[in-house]
């Protein structure tokens, strides 16, 4: 049951805590992450998406299971042998970023956990997770805010790996990778111009149409067939 999970993961981190990467990866392997998915998986039932089970297994993700991954989040950095497991948990964490039932507090450790992911990975990691997030800014919700916030201290964190200089041993950015961008950068725009003025969505977009524009060199330019490709 998640409440009997959630006394056992609290317990862990207020007593024994966690000695090492390899005992890390493999509780989130073993443990955490099949939570995670199955948080995911609740969402996409038909009934049950307001159940108890649901309700308290986002209860214990957002009191225990996410507060412990951020305050061991130093593990992420340096896991090249956990890359897979990495992906995997960037992806389904981002999934639960839009299940609609979270609280606003759970949506914001969830926020919190992807950024603390996200600053200990290459930025070469998230591409997938940059074709994801070109489709879901394309319209834009409530539950967009997520994605702006992460995307916003990306590519304030990584702007040089996106510029022509390179960011040191994260190399340079692929030509995917900079196209990427700026369809972001288009598809946020439009989406902002189709949009009726909402002050909150606008003060949160800006600052990523900022950051996204700031990363790509001054002189970039990218073919309008590109954007044919999504």
Sequence with gaps: LPSHKQSIVLFLERVYGIESQEAFFRILEEGFLPDLRAATMFENA????ESEMS?????????ALLPLMIKYHHYFANADNWSNLLDA??????????VKILTKGQRENVSDFLVSLTKEMPPSMLLRL????????STISEYTTVAFRLLTLHYERCARYYGLGGQGSYGTASEEERRLTMMLFSNIFDSLARREYDPDLFEQALPCLTAIAC???SDYTMNTNSFDEL
């Design 89 to 98: 948990t960037l992806h389904t964490v981002y999934r639960l970023s839009k």
């Design 46 to 49: 038909e009934s049950g998406s």
């Design 130 to 137: 940059l074709r994801k997030l070109c489709v879901d800014v």
């Design 215 to 217: 990363a790509l060199p």
């Design 55 to 63: 309700l308290a297994l986002n209860r214990y993700l957002g009191n």
